[in-house]
């Protein structure tokens, strides 16, 4: 049973306001500002005065583009998300004409004291990415700098996580099942109810559950309830037509399985109590798809589609509780 | 009114191991702490009044974890029920404010997190300025590495120095059966090993560990009802410092100096010190931070450097020093929780025996 790979993503668009936008501009036309509050002067540079909290106007001033480091650390193992896939420095660096510190990456050997410089990438897109530091002894030269035109007043941050982890045990055998066609669910040892699938415990009655309890079930049940998505344009949306995604209480069954995909049946026919088997991918076509750990979904990976039985619907008053 | 107004005590506390891995949902290690609780005080799940959890959806990845989660305690009957996106001692700083309100008497406080699935340096960069430094993937590993580097540069402590908290932590470790890394190994023994972030060695860092804590929290005589010996807590108080590392003294820890004397830490004789210290250089900041001699004994279970199961970590401060407290071996102790990188934002909670 293979391990569970995901990345959970989330694009965050922000405004930038009237401090951290101009900053974010300067970088991206080649320049380092910093804010003059109290006369001091910050960088990065702040909407507030940090000694009292208060609201202060934009004083920008640029510092830079060199500087001192005034702390460092060796990243010898950068990770995925850090500005470079070699060992660099990250360092408290100093620049020239601020009097507080900017936390930044560079690409090179440092020491306390230690002369940096900024460096821009080619590609700027308004983003404290868009520069780095290097010694300045032996630097190059920086390419020459094509100012953008507008002001940058939103900044995209793509965050992405990757996820890996084993199947959970109730959720490994749940899935070997479905590889062998069949769907094992739980019989709580307290209560007696048989949830499918299992999360390896009885919820209500906070009792974890063992293989011992494993059961199967028929593959056939009545609809406890549904819904017809119609797909709106989102990040990441594959969808284009209007489906159904149902939840189905299997026979012997205390719990519905949900997120079920219908797309065979036209939705003007799907009704609550309506009774449907599953009709099975072959065993060489059956693979768990994006199964994972998460509770809903993937049933189309080891089930072709859900058909009507043609027995007689269920009375929908007694699938009230079995609707999520 | 005076505040607190109510006296309120730990009457119960559990925890799982610090695991690298656990086999199996978030949910079953908080349920094993909640059965756990119950069983030792005789409660329903009906009793408990007001429940609340710290736990973080990032660390599995799970949208929403911290809703399934709610399967370990039980959702039925409801009850009062909060969440905070933090390490379970502030879920029990929010419960020990509840309980001030004077409606009800008996509050259950949760921290877990299964950091296993994911990356956890890639995790934490997103607590930071989503501006200048998230994008940067700073981590917390990385700030421990250039605060560590700010104490080298100070005089302040040594390599030598990180060494020592780390080789006494994972030796004391060896009599705490919930630790994660536990072994003896001597300073010299540990400064031959080479550099992961310098000045950190990888021995510096806490390991990655999956685990759950909780304790239940009650007022006055409840609490002494519950309990032949309740553990008072006597002051708690929480501060937090800039997010901008270059604004701060890196070498000290004003918000935990702050927490500290808030939380009436220094009005009588500390026996026994739990500190988040999740990377070994904190330690000599925290020491200072919370004026405590070398005499003080620190982290006998091991501290973070011997398990961390973040979001539960720092509760399980509390509970290592209330569980000493019951036991007899010291009358009055500090625990304290941190959060942010760096030691941005701490906690500290005074806890006492007796009357």
Redesign the interface.
């Given at each position: 049973m293979s391990d569970v790979d995901?990345v959970?993503e989330y694009p965050?668009t922000?405004t930038?306001g009237p401090v951290?936008g101009p900053?974010?501009t300067g970088l991206r036309d080649g320049k380092i500002l910093g804010s003059r509050i109290n006369g001091r002067v910050?960088?990065?540079p702040?909407e507030y005065d940090?000694a009292t909290s208060e609201p202060v106007p934009p004083d920008l001033v640029e510092v830079g583009p060199g500087g001192v480091v005034e702390?460092?650390?060796?990243?010898?193992?950068p990770?995925?998300?850090?500005?470079f896939d070699h060992p660099f420095a990250?360092?408290?660096i100093?620049l020239d004409g601020a009097d507080?510190?900017?936390?930044?990456?560079v690409d090179g050997r440092v020491a306390?004291g230690t002369r940096v410089v900024a460096r821009y990438r080619d590609e700027r897109v308004g983003?404290?990415?868009d520069v780095y530091f290097v010694p300045e002894e032996g630097a190059p030269a920086q390419a020459p700098i094509e100012p953008g035109a507008e002001p940058v007043r939103l900044?995209t941050?793509l965050?992405g996580?990757?996820?890996?982890?084993?199947l959970?045990?109730a959720r490994r055998r749940f899935a070997q099942g479905l590889l062998d066609g069949k769907i094992i669910g739980q019989r709580s040892p307290a209560t007696g109810k048989v949830y499918v699938p299992s999360?390896?415990?009885d919820?209500?009655a906070?009792t974890?559950m063992s293989d011992a309890d494993d059961v199967e079930l028929p593959d056939r049940g009545a609809v406890s309830s549904f819904t017809v998505i119609s797909p709106v344009r989102y990040y990441g949306q594959k969808e284009t037509e209007p489906y159904i995604r149902a939840s189905i209480l299997l026979d012997g069954a205390d719990s519905p399985i949900y997120g079920v995909d219908i797309r065979d049946i036209p939705p003007s026919e799907f009704r609550v109590g309506m009774r449907l088997r599953a009709v099975w991918r072959p065993p060489d076509q059956r693979d768990l798809g994006d199964f994972d750990?998460?509770q809903g979904g993937s049933w189309e990976s080891v089930i072709e589609r859900w058909e009507p039985t043609g027995e007689p619907d269920a009375d929908p008053a007694t699938l009230q509780e079995y609707v999520f | 009114m005076a505040f607190p107004s109510r006296d309120v005590a730990i009457v119960a506390t559990s925890q799982t191991p610090s695991y690298r891995?656990f086999?199996?949902?978030e949910?079953?290690m908080i349920?094993?702490c909640?059965?756990d609780l119950l069983s030792k005080t005789g409660l329903e799940?009906k009793d408990l009044e007001f429940t609340i959890a710290g736990s973080c959806d990032?660390l599995?990845?799970?949208?929403f974890a911290f809703v399934q989660n709610i399967?370990?305690?039980?959702?039925?009957p409801p009850v009062y029920e909060s969440h905070v996106e933090m390490d379970g001692a502030w879920a029990l700083f929010e419960a020990w404010l509840r309980l001030q309100l004077g409606d009800i008497d008996v509050a259950l406080v949760i921290g877990s997190g299964k950091s296993?699935?994911?990356?956890p340096?890639?995790?934490f960069?997103?607590q930071t300025d989503?501006?200048?430094?998230?994008?940067?993937?700073?981590?917390p590993v990385?700030?421990?590495?250039?605060?560590?580097?700010?104490l080298i540069?100070a005089g302040k402590a040594t390599e030598r120095d990180f060494a020592s908290v780390v080789s006494r932590s994972r030796r004391d470790a060896m009599g705490n059966p919930n630790a994660q890394v536990a072994v003896d190994r001597s300073v010299d023994d540990l400064l031959g090993e080479p550099?992961?972030?310098?000045?950190?060695r990888r021995h510096d860092l806490p390991p990655i560990s999956d685990g759950a804590a909780a304790l239940v929290l009650a007022a006055g005589d409840r609490a002494r009802a519950l309990s032949s010996r309740p553990v008072w807590v006597t002051g708690m108080d929480h501060r937090i410092e800039?997010h901008?590392?270059?604004?701060r003294d890196?070498t000290t820890s004003p918000s935990t100096a702050l927490a500290a004397a808030e939380a009436g830490a220094g009005d009588g004789p500390v026996d026994v010190a739990e500190l988040s210290v999740t990377y070994s250089p904190e330690e000599v900041v925290l020491r200072e931070a919370l004026g405590l001699s070398d005499a003080v004994t620190v982290n006998p279970s091991g501290g973070p450097l011997a398990g961390h199961p973040v979001m539960a970590t720092g509760l399980v401060r509390v509970i290592e020093v209330a569980n000493r407290i019951m036991a007899g071996s010291a009358r009055r102790g500090v625990a304290h929780a941190s959060s942010g990188p760096a030691l941005q934002q701490n906690l500290v909670c005074v806890l006492q025996g007796g009357e």
């Amino acid at each position: 049973m293979s391990d569970v790979d995901f990345v959970l993503e989330y694009p965050y668009t922000r405004t930038t306001g009237p401090v951290v936008g101009p900053f974010l501009t300067g970088l991206r036309d080649g320049k380092i500002l910093g804010s003059r509050i109290n006369g001091r002067v910050y960088c990065p540079p702040l909407e507030y005065d940090p000694a009292t909290s208060e609201p202060v106007p934009p004083d920008l001033v640029e510092v830079g583009p060199g500087g001192v480091v005034e702390s460092w650390t060796w990243v010898a193992e950068p990770t995925t998300k850090h500005p470079f896939d070699h060992p660099f420095a990250f360092a408290l660096i100093r620049l020239d004409g601020a009097d507080t510190a900017l936390v930044h990456a560079v690409d090179g050997r440092v020491a306390r004291g230690t002369r940096v410089v900024a460096r821009y990438r080619d590609e700027r897109v308004g983003a404290i990415t868009d520069v780095y530091f290097v010694p300045e002894e032996g630097a190059p030269a920086q390419a020459p700098i094509e100012p953008g035109a507008e002001p940058v007043r939103l900044t995209t941050h793509l965050i992405g996580l990757t996820i890996h982890e084993p199947l959970q045990p109730a959720r490994r055998r749940f899935a070997q099942g479905l590889l062998d066609g069949k769907i094992i669910g739980q019989r709580s040892p307290a209560t007696g109810k048989v949830y499918v699938p299992s999360r390896g415990y009885d919820q209500l009655a906070r009792t974890e559950m063992s293989d011992a309890d494993d059961v199967e079930l028929p593959d056939r049940g009545a609809v406890s309830s549904f819904t017809v998505i119609s797909p709106v344009r989102y990040y990441g949306q594959k969808e284009t037509e209007p489906y159904i995604r149902a939840s189905i209480l299997l026979d012997g069954a205390d719990s519905p399985i949900y997120g079920v995909d219908i797309r065979d049946i036209p939705p003007s026919e799907f009704r609550v109590g309506m009774r449907l088997r599953a009709v099975w991918r072959p065993p060489d076509q059956r693979d768990l798809g994006d199964f994972d750990n998460r509770q809903g979904g993937s049933w189309e990976s080891v089930i072709e589609r859900w058909e009507p039985t043609g027995e007689p619907d269920a009375d929908p008053a007694t699938l009230q509780e079995y609707v999520f | 009114m005076a505040f607190p107004s109510r006296d309120v005590a730990i009457v119960a506390t559990s925890q799982t191991p610090s695991y690298r891995h656990f086999d199996g949902p978030e949910p079953v290690m908080i349920m094993r702490c909640v059965n756990d609780l119950l069983s030792k005080t005789g409660l329903e799940r009906k009793d408990l009044e007001f429940t609340i959890a710290g736990s973080c959806d990032y660390l599995s990845g799970l949208p929403f974890a911290f809703v399934q989660n709610i399967d370990g305690v039980g959702a039925w009957p409801p009850v009062y029920e909060s969440h905070v996106e933090m390490d379970g001692a502030w879920a029990l700083f929010e419960a020990w404010l509840r309980l001030q309100l004077g409606d009800i008497d008996v509050a259950l406080v949760i921290g877990s997190g299964k950091s296993s699935p994911g990356r956890p340096r890639e995790v934490f960069p997103l607590q930071t300025d989503p501006y200048v430094m998230a994008p940067l993937g700073l981590d917390p590993v990385s700030l421990a590495g250039i605060q560590a580097r700010c104490l080298i540069d100070a005089g302040k402590a040594t390599e030598r120095d990180f060494a020592s908290v780390v080789s006494r932590s994972r030796r004391d470790a060896m009599g705490n059966p919930n630790a994660q890394v536990a072994v003896d190994r001597s300073v010299d023994d540990l400064l031959g090993e080479p550099y992961y972030c310098e000045p950190l060695r990888r021995h510096d860092l806490p390991p990655i560990s999956d685990g759950a804590a909780a304790l239940v929290l009650a007022a006055g005589d409840r609490a002494r009802a519950l309990s032949s010996r309740p553990v008072w807590v006597t002051g708690m108080d929480h501060r937090i410092e800039s997010h901008h590392p270059g604004l701060r003294d890196l070498t000290t820890s004003p918000s935990t100096a702050l927490a500290a004397a808030e939380a009436g830490a220094g009005d009588g004789p500390v026996d026994v010190a739990e500190l988040s210290v999740t990377y070994s250089p904190e330690e000599v900041v925290l020491r200072e931070a919370l004026g405590l001699s070398d005499a003080v004994t620190v982290n006998p279970s091991g501290g973070p450097l011997a398990g961390h199961p973040v979001m539960a970590t720092g509760l399980v401060r509390v509970i290592e020093v209330a569980n000493r407290i019951m036991a007899g071996s010291a009358r009055r102790g500090v625990a304290h929780a941190s959060s942010g990188p760096a030691l941005q934002q701490n906690l500290v909670c005074v806890l006492q025996g007796g009357e």
